[in-house]
């Protein structure tokens, strides 16, 4: 049987400070590409939101409704205009001259003022593939002071409409999900219908959860079991991304992983700092559950699925409309 082989990186990242620039940051994310580099890789992961402190975290505006008020200079800073930028063109270069592709996670503010939580591909050339926008944003609008620090993310980004597109790229079929996106099988399997073959995923996961302190000692756990389920059911590697460790005196999950079809985890992350991790990814062994138990064209029943796309909340019997 042919084989297609891809080397994948996931570069973790440890804490990025509110007073770090991009300038040091990109210096970081070249360090972990070289890495990837020497470890024959072809494609690294890198982290949601990779070029920046996880600003969500502060209520940066001075509204106290939806909209967002006042002197935005600071929250506006944590933003890109463009991808590439001046300050990311020289990981594009790196990523060219090493011939390894990239995922990096960015804010993306765009000309029309709207704000997404944004994730580029970029192929081994250094040429743009195409870019996923996350669509499940956790969080909250408004600020909550009663909180050790803010989740504001659905203050700070849109939820995309975009969906989860699928892209040809490192000689296979390459999805991106982005954080919160990972703990929803809808991600998954709309990108499995696709053919999807590897999924980049990166995350800032908090291990405080203030809505319920009692998922706080599960974050690891909760973490491994949505992407080793996602993979599995769907016949996928799965690349998951940290940023972690003690980030503006808020401690975040690492134990970034690559993990195989089968939904086995096949390498992680041993500290909450900066990292690399790889593993030589067999795109063709997707086809092992692709076309036994989750040949989806032969077993799924997408008849009676119906509810998945014609509902949002759950509506127990005897709730809802008569
Ligand atoms: N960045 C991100 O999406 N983080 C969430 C934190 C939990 S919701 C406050 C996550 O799903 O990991």
């Given at each position: 049987?042919?084989?297609?082989?891809?080397?994948?990186?996931?570069?973790?990242?440890?804490?990025?400070?509110?007073?770090?620039?991009?300038?040091?940051?990109?210096?970081?994310?070249?360090?972990?590409?070289?890495?990837?580099?020497?470890?024959?890789?072809?494609?690294?992961?890198?982290?949601?939101?990779?070029?920046?402190?996880?600003?969500?975290?502060?209520?940066?505006?001075?509204?106290d409704g939806v909209e967002i008020t006042g002197d935005t200079t600071e929250l506006d800073g944590y933003y890109e205009t463009r991808m590439p930028s001046a300050a990311t063109q020289?990981?594009?270069?790196?990523?060219?001259?090493?011939?390894?592709?990239?995922?990096?996670?960015?804010?993306?503010?765009?000309?029309?003022?709207?704000?997404?939580?944004?994730?580029?591909?970029?192929?081994?050339?250094?040429?743009?593939?195409?870019?996923?926008?996350?669509?499940?944003?956790?969080?909250?609008?408004?600020?909550?002071?009663?909180?050790?620090?803010?989740h504001l993310e659905r203050r700070y980004f849109e939820e995309s409409d975009e969906g989860f597109p699928v892209f040809r790229a490192f000689d296979g079929v390459v999805g991106i999900?982005?954080?919160?996106?990972?703990?929803?099988?809808?991600?998954?399997?709309?990108?499995?219908?696709?053919?999807?073959?590897?999924?980049?995923?990166?995350?800032?996961?908090?291990?405080?959860?203030?809505?319920?302190?009692?998922?706080?000692?599960?974050?690891?756990?909760?973490?491994?079991?949505?992407?080793?389920?996602?993979?599995?059911?769907?016949?996928?590697?799965?690349?998951?991304?940290?940023?972690?460790?003690?980030?503006?005196?808020?401690?975040?999950?690492?134990?970034?992983?690559?993990?195989?079809?089968?939904?086995?985890?096949?390498?992680?992350?041993?500290?909450?700092?900066?990292?690399?991790?790889?593993?030589?990814?067999?795109?063709?062994?997707?086809?092992?559950?692709?076309?036994?138990?989750?040949?989806?064209?032969?077993?799924?029943?997408?008849?009676?699925?119906?509810?998945?796309?014609?509902?949002?909340?759950?509506?127990?019997?005897?709730?809802?409309?008569?």
């Open positions: 049987m042919r084989t297609r082989v891809l080397n994948v990186g996931a570069a973790q990242l440890g804490p990025v400070g509110r007073g770090e620039s991009r300038a040091e940051v990109v210096d970081r994310l070249i360090a972990l590409m070289r890495d990837a580099a020497a470890a024959g890789c072809e494609l690294v992961a890198y982290p949601e939101l990779a070029l920046t402190t996880f600003f969500p975290r502060w209520h940066l505006d001075d509204g020289p990981l594009f270069d790196e990523a060219a001259r090493l011939g390894v592709g990239f995922s990096l996670g960015y804010a993306e503010l765009t000309p029309e003022g709207r704000r997404f939580n944004t994730t580029v591909l970029v192929e081994r050339d250094g040429s743009v593939v195409g870019r996923f926008r996350k669509v499940h944003i956790p969080g909250h609008e408004l600020h909550e002071p009663w909180r050790q620090f803010q999900a982005t954080c919160n996106d990972r703990r929803w099988p809808e991600t998954y399997r709309v990108m499995g219908l696709q053919g999807v073959e590897l999924i980049v995923i990166g995350y800032n996961t908090p291990l405080h959860y203030a809505p319920d302190p009692t998922q706080n000692a599960l974050a690891a756990f909760h973490n491994h079991l949505v992407m080793q389920a996602g993979a599995y059911q769907n016949g996928t590697w799965v690349v998951g991304v940290a940023k972690g460790g003690t980030e503006e005196g808020v401690e975040s999950l690492a134990q970034s992983v690559i993990i195989a079809p089968s939904g086995q985890i096949v390498a992680q992350a041993v500290t909450t700092g900066d990292e690399l991790i790889s593993a030589r990814c067999d795109l063709d062994w997707c086809r092992h559950y692709k076309e036994t138990l989750f040949d989806f064209a032969r077993y799924r029943r997408p008849e009676v699925y119906g509810r998945i796309t014609a509902q949002k909340g759950a509506i127990a019997p005897g709730e809802g409309a008569t």
